[in-house]
């Protein structure tokens, strides 16, 4: 049974950081892609930022970048999305995905999810 599990989020001021894990169980981890995306309320998914399984590539959406850094620990299993200088606007859910090919930033490519962990930034 494959398992993505997230924690890490909470509340947070603006400005403050938060990092983000992801706990894969039942697939090679080794040979994923990994993909953060996010959702606020009355909002669709969008893509966040994405690693690929050896780590030598990464991909941010505009809105994060120079904010936000994807990483990946593949003896844990675990990859992590450490956020910096957060905004009122990076409030959400964060999922973590899983594709075994490539790193997308389309959600419907990826292959398994995770349930998400609500991440609130206040003004």
């Known amino acids: 049974q494959v398992r993505l599990v997230e924690s890490g989020g909470g509340l947070v001021q603006t400005g403050g950081s938060l990092r983000l894990s992801c706990a894969v169980s039942?697939?090679?981890?080794?040979?994923?892609?990994m993909g953060w995306f996010r959702q606020a309320p009355g909002k669709e998914r969008e893509f966040v930022a994405a690693i690929s399984w050896s780590a030598d590539r990464t991909y941010y959406a505009d809105s994060v970048k120079g904010r936000f850094t994807i990483s990946r620990d593949n003896a844990k299993n675990t990859v992590y999305l450490q956020m910096n200088s957060l905004k009122p606007e990076d409030t959400a859910v964060y999922y973590c995905?899983?594709?075994?090919?490539?790193?997308?930033?389309?959600?419907?490519?990826?292959?398994?999810w995770g349930q998400g962990t609500q991440v609130t930034v206040s003004s």
């Open positions: 995905a899983a594709v075994l090919a490539g790193i997308p930033d389309r959600s419907h490519e990826y292959d398994y």
């Open positions: 039942g697939l090679a981890f080794s040979t994923y892609g």
